[in-house]
């Protein structure tokens, strides 16, 4: 207002202006206030003429109607989000469903037209084949329909005293066929958790160190009591993940800047390590491995009254060449990030 009177006493234009003023009452109004400077005699002014009225009613409706514009903004960019989303979703599905079908119908029809003509050697690496591609839509369709029960909140733990020693190395010896070379530094933990969805969460794990990482990069699973529960951790000698992206990667439908064109992925196996994670009450991120690379980990809650009497004893999973076991040493440090979102 001050600015205004100043404006006006410098150009003698008439006074206009908006303002809020506070009434008897204590309510907040909005004021129109328009006047001009009548002159009683040649250049000597006498009075101001002018009028004020109250436009707290249109300020409220200007208002509202910024607020529904934003709020359309708004919607309108989350449509977009979610259209793009569902552009990337359905294309890296199309591919990880056509490669391994399209394996499967070759496969068919070379054995459909082959029949009796091909070796023993032959039909069984065929074969062999065959059941690995299907086994790769299976895992596909499996994530996709666990996202939607665990999006309509339908999944629930079947917690019951499990082995992890035994479930990692046997999940580590079954990794051997990928070529990949592994460490296990196992703690003989028993822990109350659903054994199904810690070796999903497993396979999640190993699945995306592979697709982000050289073939002969080795990699870490590592297993241990952390205060009030189990720690399990899956870590790689790759590139790492940068900090800015590290939240993200637990988005569905998000993949890091490194993946593989060539396999893309659907981008939902790391979100169902956070959410299976969250099922058993614990929560999953990602941070710096010692050295470089990436150390994705899972917390598990397992108070220590519902653990085993008795330890099992650590296997070794045989003679694998490409599984070993080295020392535990691990810890989660202090402060570590909370990254899972969902």
Known sequence: MLAEDRRVELTGDPWRMEYRSITKNGRVVWLRDHAVLVHGGPGEPSYWHGFVIDITEQKRAEQAIRDALEREQQ????????????????????????????????????????RSSLSEDDGADLIDRLAANAGKLDRLLSDLLDLDRLNRGIVTPKLRPTDLAALVTRIGTEWEDTGQPLKLA?????????????????????????????????????????????????????????????????????????????????????????????????????????????????????????????????????????????????????????????
Do not use: M, Y
């Open 186 to 342: 196992v703690e003989p933990v028993v822990a109350q958790v659903d054994p199904a969805k810690v070796e999903r969460i497993l396979e999640n794990l190993l699945a995306n160190a592979a697709r982000h990482t050289p073939p002969d990069t080795l990699v870490w699973v590592r297993v241990a009591r952390q205060d009030q529960g189990v720690l399990i951790a899956v870590e790689d000698a790759g590139g790492g993940v940068p900090p800015e992206l590290r939240a993200g990667l637990f988005e569905p439908f998000r993949q890091g800047p490194e993946a593989p064109a060539h396999t893309p992925g659907v981008g939902i196996g790391l979100t169902l390590v956070a959410r299976f994670a969250e099922l058993h009450g614990g929560r999953a991120w990602v941070e710096e491995r010692p050295g470089g690379g990436s150390s994705f980990r899972v917390l598990l809650p397992d108070p220590p009254a519902a653990t085993a009497a008795t330890a099992p004893q650590r296997q070794d999973g045989g003679d694998s060449p490409n599984i070993t076991f080295e020392p535990l040493g691990f810890q989660e440090p202090a402060g570590g990030t909370n990254t899972n979102a969902c």
């Open 75 to 114: 919607a309108t960019r989350q449509l977009r989000a979610l259209d793009e989303a569902k552009n990337v979703f359905l294309s890296a599905v199309s591919h990880e469903l056509r490669t391994p079908l399209a394996s499967i119908v070759g496969i068919a029809l070379t054995l459909q037209r082959a």
